[in-house]
T-cell receptor
Framework: EAGVAQSPRYKIIEKRQSVAFWCNPI?????LYWYQQILGQGPKLLIQ????????DSQLPKDRFSAERLKGVDSTLKIQPAKLEDSAVYLC??????????????FGQGTRLTVV | AQSVTQLGSHVSVSEGALVLLRCNYS??????LFWYVQYPNQGLQLLLK??????LVKGINGFEAEFKKSETSFHLTKPSAHMSDAAEYFC????????????FGKGTKLSVIP
């Protein structure tokens, strides 16, 4: 079974530029998550999708971050304009619809963003 | 609201010694609890999870954790450390039973000394 795919793996941009990250979840997984992991901290949830609808985006800085999941499959997270404090690893995860004792969330390898 | 506190940002053990990584949680609902491992430049891999079944949970690579409601703890243990266990470990709590919207601790970096 193929895992969660993310691209690019690494990205370096200057502040005030824009950047986009792509995530392709495991086939058939209805739920998709984007997390931000700043160096030295645990991941923090930015947004959760159920199919192509947003379940929770309360921690997404909407003045500069946006995310979409067209057709309920792959997803794109965008930052415009980027700030220095956006330097982090952006992790995508997916899980089957809902959650139960027999399911789990699977994480991609992440995109490491450096803003200079 | 949920929160997780991991005691010790860095733990060092000798190869073959007991591994104990501490995690305390706060949750307003019956929690699902998780331990994830992260190797350098890799994503998160699930070690084990507690989902209101048995309080002693066994995971991969010889790790286990015990859910103690009275202490609001979910400490991770392994009887004998191996060099390959060196990584960063994250404890996490879900926003509610059946959810994988996770709140993570800050992580504990485990070093194994030969």
């Amino acid at each position: 079974e193929a895992g969660v795919a993310q691209s690019p793996r690494y990205k370096i941009i200057e502040k005030r530029q824009s950047v986009a990250f792509w995530c392709n979840p495991i086939s058939g997984h209805a739920t998709l998550y984007w997390y931000q992991q700043i160096l030295g901290q645990g991941p923090k949830l930015l947004i959760q999708f159920q199919n192509n609808g947003v379940v929770d985006d309360s921690q997404l800085p909407k003045d500069r971050f946006s995310a979409e999941r067209l057709k309920g499959v792959d997803s794109t997270l965008k930052i415009q304009p980027a700030k220095l404090e956006d330097s982090a690893v952006y992790l995508c995860a997916s899980s089957p619809r809902g959650g139960s004792e027999t399911t789990e969330a699977f994480f991609g390898q992440g995109t490491r963003l450096t803003v200079v | 609201a949920q929160s997780v506190t991991q005691l010790g940002s860095h733990v060092s053990v000798s190869e073959g010694a007991l591994v104990l990584l501490r995690c305390n949680y706060s949750s307003s609902v019956p929690p699902y609890l998780f331990w994830y491992v992260q190797y350098p430049n890799q994503g998160l891999q699930l070690l084990l999870k507690y989902t209101s079944a048995a309080t002693l949970v066994k995971g991969i690579n010889g790790f286990e954790a015990e859910f103690k409601k009275s202490e609001t703890s979910f400490h991770l243990t392994k009887p004998s450390a191996h060099m390959s266990d060196a990584a960063e470990y994250f404890c996490a709590v879900s926003s509610g039973a059946g959810s994988y919207q996770l709140t993570f601790g800050k992580g504990t970096k485990l070093s194994v000394i030969p």
